[in-house]
């Protein structure tokens, strides 16, 4: 069946340290790769996304993302953390062709401790 | 600025209640969801609309219906409210592939 999997529920790091939330996906073929962040009563906000070509992709607020595809994922990291990162992350994907229906993960919930 | 404005923040709604949730986008975009989020679930798809007057099944469509008779608006109905609707519930439309979600109502049904 295909599905998306974020084996995190929850992520505490300090201010300053590296992250990485990993994103597995299960697909017959390689799909559209999206990571969203939440943040505390607000809707979601693309962070990035891969379609093809370059496997390291660049978004916002200093976030990038490597696909794999022979690990099938789709890991999203920050060099250094900030406090005002603490946030729901989600990891989507869509199948090529259709009606763009994107699914999406259950979601890593990031604290950022001082 | 891309904008997707949902109606309401919070509802609170009687079991058995018809209930409407309203969403209303303004970049002319095609396709448009309907998402509900609980703890530990993520996001799952409700029913989504690729144009106006078309729509599809998502994932958990039971219990729902949608309209869609301007491009613009998207509707999710409740025909009876029931205690295991309470949620939040998330709109969303997309062009690109690129989704621009609302930010959310927070619907309780007693």
């Known amino acids: 069946a295909q599905s998306v999997t974020q084996p995190d529920i929850h992520i505490t790091v300090s201010e300053g340290a590296s992250l990485e939330l990993r994103c597995n996906y299960s697909?017959?073929?390689?799909?559209?790769l999206f990571w969203y962040v939440q943040s505390p009563g607000q809707g979601l906000q693309l962070l990035l996304k891969?379609?093809?070509?370059?496997?390291l992709v660049q978004g916002i607020k200093g976030f990038e993302a490597e696909f794999k595809r022979s690990q099938s994922s789709f890991n999203l990291r920050k060099p250094s953390v900030h406090w005002s990162d603490a946030a729901e992350y989600f990891c989507?994907?869509?199948?090529?062709?259709?009606?763009?229906?994107?699914?999406f993960g259950t979601g890593t919930k990031l604290q950022v401790i001082p | 600025d891309v904008k997707v404005t949902q109606s309401s923040r919070y509802l609170v709604k009687r079991t058995g209640e018809k209930v409407f949730l309203e969403c209303v986008q303004d970049?002319?975009?095609?396709?448009m969801f309907w998402y509900r989020q609980d703890p530990g679930l993520g996001l799952r798809l409700i029913y989504f609309?690729?144009?106006?007057?078309?729509?599809e099944k998502g994932d958990i469509p039971e219990g729902y219906s949608v309209s869609r008779e301007k491009k613009e608006r998207f509707s999710l109905i409740l025909e009876s409210a029931s205690t295991n609707q309470t949620s939040m519930y998330l709109c969303?439309?997309?062009?690109?592939?690129?989704?621009?979600f609302g930010q959310g109502t927070r619907l309780t049904v007693v």
């Open positions: 970049m002319d975009h095609e396709n």
């Open positions: 969303a439309s997309s062009a690109a592939l690129e989704a621009f």
């Open positions: 609309s690729y144009d106006v007057k078309m729509k």
């Open positions: 989507a994907v869509a199948l090529r062709g259709g009606y763009q229906k994107v699914t």
């Open positions: 891969y379609f093809s070509g370059d496997t």
């Open positions: 697909y017959g073929a390689t799909p559209y």
